[in-house]
Each structure stands twice: as structure tokens, then as C-alpha cells.
T-cell receptor
Framework: AQTVTQSQPEMSVQEAETVTLSCTYD???????LFWYKQPPSRQMILVIR??????QNATENRFSVNFQKAAKSFSLKISDSQLGDAAMYFC???????????FGTGTSLTVIP | NAGVMQNPRHLVRRRGQEARLRCSPM?????VYWYRQLPEEGLKFMVY????????ESGMPKERFSAEFPKEGPSILRIQQVVRGDSAAYFC??????????????FGPGTRLLVL
């Protein structure tokens, strides 16, 4: 069974600094997809970044980048130049290559300190 | 292009009543997924539907919960005889081509159900 683990319930970062959120997952599949979603206080789920497991290159979206370590089944999110608007709950998610559902971690609450 | 729409955004029901949650997918999307988020937890998959078909309901409770996605109109998640444990945020997501290599699910704003 696929499981996603986020071991950091809460994190904080100074504005303009860099923070890394951790995520590990368990799967026997070789092809799959990994995602980071952001859930601000409005509770809307917003896609932050996506990584295909078959790609060795780490995905990057502006200030957001991932460190994907397939052998270690690790998928961390790095937020550079943190902004107040980055404060939110961040969820790591996994989907199999042809799967219908996402498997979510329990989330990391990020606080940005002015 | 309007995003996934859900209504109502907030719903209060008394124990034993019925709750109906609606989801309109993004334009061009014909696949809908429902997830439930209990307090302090991540989202848990409930059901996946295409137009007029339930494809995967492995996450749905066996009783009181049902879902549909008719040919016309929004997808409906129905909870009969609600209990306090049903209090949660219910999210709908939609996608264009499930299983496609670059497929992503786009989420609606959720419906917060409170059972008194």
C-alpha cells in the first residue's frame, strides 16, 4: 500500500529565508507522480509543484523546488526567499502512474515570521 | 477558465439529517474525485466518478454515503442520516484525462460540513 509521511507537523521560517519541508513515501511502483499542495487559511488546495518519478531532474517553479531522491523515496520541498503569503499547510501527495486517487501526507504547517 | 466549484461552502446539519454536497468540475473535465479531510489530517480519497459512472469507490464508507455524476449537472456527494463524525471538509477535484502521464487533479475550495 502506498503511504506518504510528513514528519514535521510544524515549521517556521524568517521572511526572505529558505525552508525545506520533508516528505517520504512508500511504494513498490517504479513509475509514479509526486506533488506538493498548499492549503492556506482559506482551505483551498493549490498545486505548488509536480514531479514525475521517471525524470531525474528536480522540478522547479519559481521560488519552489524539490529534492527528489527516488532510491530513498524522499521528496522534499524547498521554498526560497520565503514570503508572508507562503504561510499555509503544505501537503505532499503521491499518485501511481495510472492511478485514480492521490495519497496525501498529514501536512506540515508553515509559519513565516516577518 | 473557471476552476472547480463546490457549493455550499459551509453546511450545518443536525444529526439524522441529510447532507448534499455539489461539485462542478473545471470546464473540459469529465472526471471527478471526492476527498474528505478530517480535522488535523490530510485528505483521504473517497470516490472517483466519470459521467454517469462510478469508477472507484474504494474509499467510500459502506453505509449512508453515495455519490453520483449525472450526464447533466454537477456531481453530488450525499450523506444520509449524518452523525457528528461526518463533520469534516469535503473536497472535490477534477481532471481531464486520468492516468495520462502528466495528469493533475485540480481541487475545489471544499465544503465544510458541521453536524450538530
Amino acid at each position: 500500500a502506498q503511504t506518504v509521511t510528513q514528519s514535521q507537523p510544524e515549521m517556521s521560517v524568517q521572511e526572505a529565508e529558505t525552508v525545506t519541508l520533508s516528505c517520504t513515501y512508500d511504494t513498490s511502483e517504479s513509475d509514479y507522480y509526486l506533488f506538493w499542495y498548499k492549503q492556506p487559511p482559506s482551505r483551498q488546495m493549490i498545486l505548488v509543484i509536480r514531479q514525475e518519478a521517471y525524470k531525474q531532474q528536480n522540478a522547479t517553479e519559481n521560488r519552489f523546488s524539490v529534492n527528489f531522491q527516488k532510491a530513498a523515496k524522499s521528496f522534499s520541498l524547498k521554498i526560497s526567499d520565503s514570503q508572508l503569503g507562503d504561510a499555509a499547510m503544505y501537503f505532499c501527495a503521491y499518485r501511481t502512474y495510472t492511478g485514480n486517487q492521490f495519497y496525501f501526507g498529514t501536512g506540515t504547517s508553515l509559519t513565516v515570521i516577518p | 477558465n473557471a476552476g472547480v466549484m463546490q457549493n455550499p461552502r459551509h453546511l450545518v446539519r443536525r444529526r439524522g439529517q441529510e447532507a448534499r454536497l455539489r461539485c462542478s468540475p473545471m470546464k473540459g473535465h469529465s472526471h471527478v474525485y471526492w476527498y474528505r479531510q478530517l480535522p488535523e489530517e490530510g485528505l483521504k480519497f473517497m470516490v472517483y466518478l466519470q459521467k454517469e459512472n462510478i469508477i472507484d469507490e474504494s474509499g467510500m464508507p459502506k453505509e449512508r454515503f453515495s455519490a453520483e455524476f449525472p450526464k447533466e449537472g454537477p456531481s453530488i456527494l450525499r450523506i444520509q442520516q449524518v452523525v457528528r463524525g461526518d463533520s469534516a471538509a469535503y473536497f472535490c477535484a477534477s481532471s481531464e484525462r486520468p492516468g495520462y502521464s502528466s495528469e493533475t487533479q485540480y481541487f475545489g475550495p471544499g465544503t465544510r460540513l458541521l453536524v450538530l
